[in-house]
């Protein structure tokens, strides 16, 4: 159906997010959060987001 986004754009949406992330969790730090994640950890936080972004697109796109 051609609704997914490109891959250097996906890319681009992860990095921005996970530099986002790493921003907000260094604000936070130990005093809001009961851990700092790791690199690997907000990296996926970034994929997860980015993947719910892509079926928010994909479910509008579909009609429901």
């Known amino acids: 159906m051609g609704t997914e986004m490109d ?3 996906t890319r681009k949406l992860e990095r921005e997010l996970e530099q986002a992330i ?7 730090g130990f005093r ?3 851990l700092l994640p790791s690199q690997h950890t907000m990296h996926l936080m970034a994929k997860a987001a980015v993947a719910v ?12």
Do not use: H, N
């Open 22 to 28: 790493a921003g907000i969790v260094a604000r936070l």
């Open 7 to 9: 891959a250097k754009t």
């Open 32 to 34: 809001k959060l009961p």
């Open 53 to 64: 972004y892509e079926a928010a697109v994909e479910s509008q796109r579909s009609g429901e």
